[in-house]
């Protein structure tokens, strides 16, 4: 294991990778044997990124476990890679989730299986890659791998409109990451005016000097892709969509790991080499956060379907962390990551409990069940610890993010905080509307009555979902001691740019006049 260390980064990057390659010469008529080495595949790459937790310094804001190597040189395009306080939990969230995705699918994919499982491990080579890439072109690369893999996992494996779904999922974020790829070019170049060097090293670009005119349209180009895979209101329309009509181990992933993909570039690149711009338009991302939280709670309070409930709640709990980024502050971005990883664990889980009972009953229509509780009584107790998880009951992870949120963002645009904290009280009337209707009163369909209840299988990917629930619930020090430097240091930097940036201004000048030369 020590001489795996120094290139561990790289080992996690590419290990999915060669697993993929290895199915390739799989026969296909042996779906066993497939299923079996893909999921071994993604319980190594658990277990290899388990080190990294245990040796990552979590008293150093630096880059850690870095990898660089000259790429297009002639270009100043590197192969870097590294990992900070920021990525570490996202990292470990993608590869422990991916084992509980894969395992979830054993009964429910049952054609191309021997193609799906590639398009899996394809899937993880880029959500690793993203969130370790400290190359903005690396970074691209990894950011546009990811949507070839779930446009096929929805449009093949999806249910009946998958075809329109899968189109319209790739279309909105294709959108966004083609802003941002101009986004990309124009600091690349602008760096080489300023220093004469030609790089896409996101460490240098840190450094630089950008002009509040560019940083508003370089912000903007970058929001637009974030914003789109988060996805932020009015961003949305093609999150529903895409989830009712994702296989579920789809789902699962999309709303654990993809969604994070546009928070964390956020907070990665958005705000920090674009603070002036990124402050200046807090207010309107802070609107469309607050509207995102209460809009998504009361649409998903209509809902008849339980997996599209369980969608529009990720874009109101994905609003609270927009919410704790634009604090610019540490309890809020701490508290923001933290509802990363706990959005991921949460709602990871619903889908989960929804695909069980889909595969059972070939429907997620809430009215067609009712008294599940007496046929299924270990599926019901474990249904009501991810719901009370959901909605933030003390002692479960999704409470010290929200209250971390809440802190943070009071400090700074306490308005904002109570129209958010509506939410708080919507997300618990949805989901316990939803559990007591699926669990409660009578059995008035016989179809429920016969229902087995979990199987092993299922209890083995549902019990590591619940630790995890109740460990960042009761000890989230464990996740926040190894982020604390890095979310510091992000917010020093922010605050330092932003205020040598107010030295400049004239005073009095609007945001008008300082983007758009509109006179007073």
Same mark, same amino acid.
Not at 35 to 55: C, D, H, N, W, Y
Not at 507 to 516: D, I, K, P, V
């Given at each position: 294991?020590?001489?795996?260390?120094?290139?561990?980064?790289?080992?996690?990057?590419?290990?999915?990778?060669?697993?993929?390659?290895?199915?390739?010469?799989?026969?296909?008529?042996?779906?066993?044997?497939?299923?079996?080495?893909?999921?071994?595949?993604? @319980?190594?790459?658990?277990?290899?990124?388990?080190?990294?937790?245990?040796?990552?310094?979590?008293?150093?804001?630096?880059?850690?476990?870095?990898?660089?190597? #000259?790429?297009?040189?002639?270009?100043?395009?590197?192969?870097?890679?590294?990992? !900070?306080?920021?990525?570490?939990?996202?990292?470990?969230?993608?590869?422990?989730? $991916?084992?509980?995705?894969?395992?979830?699918?054993?009964?429910?994919?049952?054609?191309?299986?021997?193609?799906?499982?590639?398009?899996?491990? @394809?899937?993880?080579?880029?959500?690793?890659?993203?969130?370790?890439?400290? !190359?903005?072109?690396?970074?691209?690369?990894?950011?546009?791998?990811?949507?070839?893999?779930?446009?096929?996992?929805?449009?093949?494996?999806?249910?009946?409109?998958?075809?329109?779904?899968?189109?319209?999922?790739? @279309?909105?974020?294709?959108?966004?990451?083609?802003?941002?790829?101009?986004?990309?070019?124009?600091?690349?170049?602008?760096?080489?005016?300023?220093?004469?060097?030609?790089?896409?090293?996101?460490?240098?670009?840190?450094?630089?000097?950008?002009?509040?005119?560019?940083?508003?349209?370089?912000?903007?180009?970058?929001?637009?892709?974030?914003?789109?895979?988060?996805? $932020?209101? #009015?961003?949305?329309?093609?999150?529903? !969509?895409?989830?009712?009509?994702? #296989?579920?181990?789809?789902?699962?992933?999309?709303?654990?790991?993809?969604?994070?993909?546009?928070?964390?570039?956020?907070?990665?690149?958005?705000?920090?080499?674009?603070?002036?711009?990124?402050?200046?338009?807090? #207010?309107?991302?802070?609107?469309?956060?607050?509207?995102?939280?209460?809009?998504?709670?009361?649409?998903?309070?209509?809902?008849?379907?339980?997996?599209?409930?369980?969608?529009?709640?990720?874009?109101?709990?994905?609003?609270?962390?927009?919410?704790?980024?634009?604090?610019?502050?540490?309890?809020?971005?701490?508290?923001?990551?933290?509802?990363?990883?706990?959005?991921?664990?949460?709602?990871?889980?619903?889908?989960?409990?929804?695909?069980?009972?889909?595969?059972?009953?070939?429907?997620?229509?809430?009215?067609?069940?009712?008294? /599940?509780?007496?046929?299924?009584?270990?599926?019901?107790?474990?249904?009501?610890?991810?719901?009370?998880?959901?909605?933030?009951?003390?002692?479960?992870?999704?409470?010290?993010?929200?209250?971390?949120? $809440?802190?943070?963002?009071?400090?700074?645009?306490?308005?904002?905080?109570?129209?958010?904290?509506?939410?708080?009280?919507?997300?618990?009337?949805?989901? /316990?509307?939803?559990?007591?209707?699926?669990?409660?009163?009578?059995?008035?369909?016989?179809?429920?009555?016969?229902?087995?209840?979990?199987?092993?299988?299922?209890?083995?990917?549902?019990?590591?979902?619940?630790? $995890?629930?109740?460990?960042?619930?009761?000890?989230?020090?464990?996740?926040?001691?190894?982020?604390?430097?890095?979310?510091?240091?992000?917010?020093?930097? @922010?605050?330092?740019?932003?205020?040598?940036?107010?030295?400049?201004?004239?005073?009095?000048?609007?945001?008008?006049?300082?983007?758009?030369?509109?006179?007073?």
């Amino acid at each position: 294991m020590e001489k795996l260390m120094p290139n561990i980064l790289t080992v996690l990057i590419f290990l999915p990778l060669a697993g993929a390659l290895l199915l390739f010469f799989l026969p296909r008529e042996n779906a066993r044997l497939i299923r079996s080495v893909t999921l071994l595949v993604t @319980i190594v790459e658990f277990l290899l990124s388990l080190p990294v937790v245990l040796g990552f310094d979590g008293g150093t804001a630096a880059m850690q476990f870095v990898q660089r190597y #000259p790429w297009i040189p002639g270009y100043g395009i590197e192969y870097h890679v590294g990992i !900070d306080g920021i990525s570490l939990w996202l990292v470990i969230l993608t590869t422990f989730l $991916m084992p509980i995705a894969v395992l979830s699918t054993y009964e429910a994919v049952e054609k191309h299986v021997k193609e799906f499982m590639i398009f899996m491990l @394809i899937l993880e080579v880029g959500m690793v890659g993203v969130f370790l890439a400290v !190359d903005l072109f690396l970074f691209y690369i990894f950011w546009e791998l990811v949507l070839i893999p779930m446009y096929f996992l929805i449009g093949v494996w999806g249910s009946e409109r998958r075809i329109y779904s899968a189109i319209k999922f790739f @279309i909105y974020t294709f959108a966004g990451s083609v802003l941002m790829l101009v986004a990309i070019i124009a600091l690349y170049f602008h760096h080489h005016a300023v220093t004469g060097v030609y790089t896409t090293n996101l460490l240098s670009m840190y450094e630089l000097v950008i002009p509040v005119k560019l940083q508003f349209w370089m912000f903007s180009a970058f929001a637009l892709a974030f914003a789109f895979k988060v996805p $932020m209101f #009015p961003f949305h329309t093609w999150l529903p !969509d895409a989830h009712v009509d994702a #296989p579920t181990a789809g789902s699962v992933i999309l709303a654990a790991v993809l969604l994070k993909m546009g928070t964390y570039g956020f907070l990665r690149f958005a705000m920090p080499l674009f603070p002036v711009a990124a402050f200046d338009l807090m #207010p309107l991302v802070l609107t469309l956060a607050v509207v995102g939280i209460i809009y998504g709670a009361l649409v998903a309070m209509v809902q008849k379907d339980m997996k599209k409930l369980v969608a529009y709640s990720s874009v109101s709990h994905l609003g609270f962390v927009m919410l704790g980024l634009f604090a610019f502050n540490i309890q809020g971005i701490e508290g923001a990551i933290l509802q990363m990883i706990n959005h991921g664990v949460s709602t990871g889980a619903l889908f989960l409990i929804v695909g069980i009972i889909y595969e059972r009953r070939h429907t997620r229509l809430i009215e067609e069940f009712g008294g /599940l509780s007496k046929v299924l009584p270990l599926y019901a107790a474990v249904f009501m610890v991810v719901t009370l998880s959901s909605i933030g009951l003390p002692g479960t992870n999704g409470f010290v993010g929200e209250f971390l949120i $809440m802190v943070g963002a009071f400090k700074t645009a306490r308005w904002y905080v109570v129209f958010a904290a509506t939410g708080v009280i919507l997300s618990a009337v949805y989901m /316990l509307w939803m559990f007591q209707r699926v669990m409660y009163g009578k059995i008035t369909n016989e179809k429920n009555l016969r229902l087995p209840d979990l199987k092993p299988r299922e209890i083995a990917y549902m019990l590591p979902l619940i630790v $995890m629930i109740f460990w960042i619930g009761i000890y989230p020090r464990t996740f926040l001691r190894k982020m604390d430097a890095s979310v510091s240091a992000v917010v020093t930097r @922010i605050e330092t740019k932003r205020q040598a940036a107010l030295v400049e201004r004239p005073a009095g000048e609007t945001l008008l006049a300082r983007y758009f030369d509109v006179k007073k």
